[in-house]
Nanobody, 125 residues
């Protein structure tokens, strides 16, 4: 059983930064692609970013490209999402998930993949 625990969300002003962390069960990161998916009220779910199990490929949604950076440290079982220049439209619950990652898209099914409990990010003045 894979467990994913997110942290780092909070309230930040527009233009500010946050770093989300996702701690995975031991031995997870070398064997699973991992990414971040966000869900805002009244909006469709959005696959934000992902990183492959090898760490050699990453994906970013157009809406966050140039502002968000995903990284991981296998030794610490942790995936990070550095979010800079945050905008009100970034407000959502951010979920750390396993899935399929390529450099052009990320897919994760709640039914067949592992999801964390989510962390709230609110961007507001």
């Amino acid at each position: 059983q894979v467990q994913l625990v997110e942290s780092g969300g909070g309230l930040v002003q527009p233009g500010g930064s946050l770093r989300l962390s996702c701690v995975a069960s031991e031995f997870t990161l070398p064997y699973f692609d991992v990414g971040w998916i966000r869900q805002a009220p009244g909006k469709e779910r959005e696959e934000v970013s992902c990183i492959t199990k090898s760490g050699l490929s990453t994906y970013y949604a157009d809406s966050v490209k140039g502002r968000f950076t995903i990284s991981k440290v296998n030794a610490n079982n942790t995936v990070f999402l550095q979010m800079n220049n945050l905008k009100p439209e970034d407000t959502a619950v951010y979920y750390c998930t396993t899935g399929y990652c390529s450099d052009t898209y990320y897919r994760s099914s709640e039914e067949y993949e592992y999801w964390g409990q989510g962390t709230q990010v609110t961007v507001s003045s």
